[in-house]
């Protein structure tokens, strides 16, 4: 059983959080009479929306949450912060699986998620330093110009505007973000920043408050139709949740229904103000650039510069450990990254460095849904973009869950199934092959200053 303690350097948000992280009772204190209306597994974002929007709807309501370590021990307490409209699959994408309206609904979904973020946030009182800055997205070669202009003509055939997305020159761009080399940019404001953690443990007390208890400690070890099983007994419910997004793999029969796939992170000492005004993030804004392998940063509430990206390699048979949060060669590479960025940065301290994995469906499709017949309810693969689109989950999952038909229960994630993932070996060598291509079509462009045919080819069989 983890030490409250290990709770607290799991990671920069963990370690600032103001929590002591002491487990909630187990499943083994839940009352004799173990059947409720709703089981969720998964005391994360998705879990705990999913719970809250579940006892405002409908208060008599009885349900349960059961997770394995606390509450925000996952991605939903070690992510990037930000709560963005972006969603893992193009408007162009979905278009092609779903209809061009139905693209715009998912999106504009998305840019309504983050709304209702922040509306929660300021109604309940919730602990999250929120601000919304929107997403400084910089370019920095002539091949990323090259996707800056290209993801503006996409908006646009969609009918988004210069309020959704904004083509920036060089100026306009190093005015949000003076980074090296930048050629220009976009900005959309559908964007805020959270502490995640502070988050998901205020969340967590609230949907307490509402009366959905949370059994911390307290590992499923299987789910069927109307029962979970757990080293305490088992418990029985019409509908049962699965919200346990990159640890999905652990449970028995879904090793291939998600890839767990490690982000990892980084966080410099507080920067002056002087450093602060050099750099640029006045509104706080998120930031990245246009590479093929993602990067992804804040401005914290106190002044830290937190920097990720996705370098870590997939482990054989999707294999999750502690250990893999870890990895002094991309943190290495983060540091080395930031500064070539940033190079004010070189001389800031890093206090801390962190990681943890995030889910991804084979068609890099996130999804949401409830089969009706079995009562065995699913969100996500939200390849990394999980701190909003689980709040729509959670709304649609309780729409779905009430049996009441929506606008969005009508949006094209609803439902959708993504393939399995190859078995072992063929997982490992897909997964890092392709991350090899992605790193290497970076430095290519870099040398060649022309768009990859590499990442181009990659992100095809990606579906992406």
Same mark, same amino acid.
């Given at each position: ?23 909630? !009772? ?20 998705? $879990? ?10 409908? !208060? ?6 059961? +997770?394995? +370590? ?27 699986? /779903? ?13 309504? *998620? ?36 290209? =993801? ?37 404001? /559908? ?46 419910? &019409? ?43 006045? =509104? ?12 992804? $940063? ?16 997939? /482990? ?6 502690? @250990? ?7 943190? *290495? ?5 930031? *500064? ?11 206090? /801390?460095?962190?990681?943890? !994995? ?40 309780? &729409? ?21 993932? =190859? ?25 060649? @200053? ?15």
């Amino acid at each position: 059983m983890s030490l409250p303690a290990s709770y607290r350097e799991l990671s920069l948000w963990h370690a600032t959080a103001g929590d002591d992280f002491i487990a909630r !009772p187990s499943f083994a204190a839940a009352p004799q009479d173990r059947t409720v209306d709703v089981a969720i597994v998964g005391a994360g974002y998705t $879990g705990l929306w999913t719970g809250y929007y579940l006892k405002l709807a409908e !208060p008599s309501l009885r349900v349960a949450i059961l +997770e394995s +370590e606390v509450a925000g021990f996952g991605a939903s307490g070690r992510n990037g912060g930000w709560c963005s409209a972006l969603y893992p699959v193009s408007l162009s994408g979905l278009a092609s699986r /779903h209809s061009h309206e139905a693209a715009i609904r998912q999106y504009r979904a998305m840019q309504s *998620t983050v709304a209702e973020v922040q509306r929660v946030v300021e109604a309940d009182g919730l602990d999250a330093d929120w601000a919304r800055g929107g997403t400084i997205t910089v370019a920095r070669s002539q091949p990323q110009q090259r996707r800056a202009e290209d =993801e503006i003509e996409e908006a646009r055939r969609f009918g988004f505007d210069e309020s959704d997305l904004a083509l920036l020159d060089a100026d306009a761009a190093r005015a949000r973000l003076n980074a090296t080399a930048v050629t220009g940019g976009v900005y959309t404001p /559908h964007c805020g920043v959270v502490q995640p953690a502070k988050l998901v443990r205020s969340l967590a007390a609230r949907v307490e408050q509402l009366g959905v208890p949370i059994y911390e400690q307290s590992p499923v070890l299987g789910i069927e139709p109307g029962r979970l099983r757990t080293p305490f007994g088992s418990l029985r419910a &019409e509908v049962i949740v699965r919200a346990t997004e990159g640890f999905t793999p652990r449970l028995p029969g879904l090793k291939r229904a998600l890839a767990p796939v490690y982000s990892l992170v980084i966080a410099t000492e507080p920067l002056s103000e002087q450093v602060w005004q050099e750099i640029g993030l006045a =509104e706080r804004e998120t930031f990245t650039d246009f590479r093929h392998l993602i990067i992804y $940063g804040q401005r914290t509430a106190d002044g830290r510069l937190v920097f990720g990206g996705r370098g870590a390699p997939y /482990h054989f048979g999707s294999a999750i450990s502690a @250990g893999f949060d870890h990895d002094s060669s991309v943190f *290495t590479a983060l540091r080395d990254t930031l *500064t070539e960025l940033l190079p004010v940065t070189a001389q800031a301290r890093i206090t /801390h460095r962190w990681g943890g !994995p995030l889910g991804i469906a084979r068609d890099w499709n996130a999804s949401v849904g409830l089969d009706r017949t079995t009562g065995m309810a699913w969100a996500g693969g939200y390849v990394g973009d999980g701190v909003s689109t689980t709040n729509l989950a959670g709304r649609t999952l309780t &729409e779905l869950i009430l049996g009441r038909d929506s606008e969005l229960t009508e949006l094209p994630w609803v439902n959708h199934q993504s393939p399995q993932w =190859e078995p072992e070996p063929l997982r490992w060598l897909g997964a890092n092959a392709g991350l090899r291509a992605m790193t290497w079509a970076d430095a290519a462009e870099r040398r060649h @200053g022309r768009p990859s045919l590499v990442a181009a080819a990659v992100n095809k069989v990606l579906g992406r």
